[in-house]
């Protein structure tokens, strides 16, 4: 992958890091910032992890996203991990990816019509130390959509409903189903890029030109 080109925004220090998530999104918003990566994912039972879910929806994102990269990180001494995880709340409920495809149509009517906040932590470790982590929210409001619109959204999306929080991917067909946003798009799509950028140059990652 090319690295940011020096005497424009930095330049790369180091070796790739690692992205301990298999979305598609989060390595495309990787990958058009710059930055060398290559992908292992955490391959984690979340059902796993200690407490979780007697933790707010934000507490829960940075725990596992947290858990994510601590997982990789210690399989892979003196490499810098990136972990992810992103929690759904509609009201007090916290909904998860979806099981089936009748599940993920259920949720879909839950959500319909109705307004919801996503949060997505993202987690920097090193030889199992945390070196940066953080969450970051988004509401979405929903349209009302009828049952045949539902129908033909699902058709068209098979499988894919299952691979992300909510069911829809708002940079695709999804787009279809929301009526507005407040928060940013990297937000949604699970990696906000903005925070993790800033986050590397903390680290020294990222080396600001002077010239």
Avoid at 38 to 59: F, M, T
Wanted: one cysteine or more; charged letters at 20%; glycine letters at 10%.
């Amino acid at each position: 992958m090319a690295t940011i080109a020096p005497g424009i925004l930095g330049l790369w220090r180091g070796d790739p890091v690692i992205l301990a998530s298999q979305s598609e999104g989060r390595a495309q918003l990787v990958a058009n910032a710059g930055i060398p990566f290559e992908v292992i994912p955490a391959d984690l039972d979340e059902r796993s992890v200690d407490g979780v879910e007697s933790l707010s929806p934000q507490e829960q994102a940075v725990r596992l996203a947290s858990e994510k990269a601590r997982h990789v990180s210690l399989r892979n001494p003196g490499r810098t991990v990136i972990g992810a995880d992103q929690t759904l709340a509609i009201g007090t409920r916290i909904l998860h990816k979806a099981s089936s495809i009748g599940n993920a149509l259920t949720q879909l009517r839950e959500l319909a019509g109705r307004t919801h906040c996503l949060h997505s932590a993202v987690a920097c470790t090193r030889d199992g130390a945390t070196q940066f982590a953080f969450v970051a929210s988004a509401t979405i409001h929903m349209r009302s959509f009828s049952e045949p619109v539902l129908r033909a959204y699902a058709n068209a999306m098979g499988d894919r409903l299952l691979q992300t929080v909510g069911c829809y991917e708002i940079e695709g067909l999804g787009a279809h189903l929301i009526e507005r946003i407040e928060g940013d798009m990297f937000t949604i799509i699970g990696l906000p890029i903005f925070q993790l950028l800033a986050g590397f140059r903390h680290l020294g990652l990222i080396v600001e030109e002077t010239s």
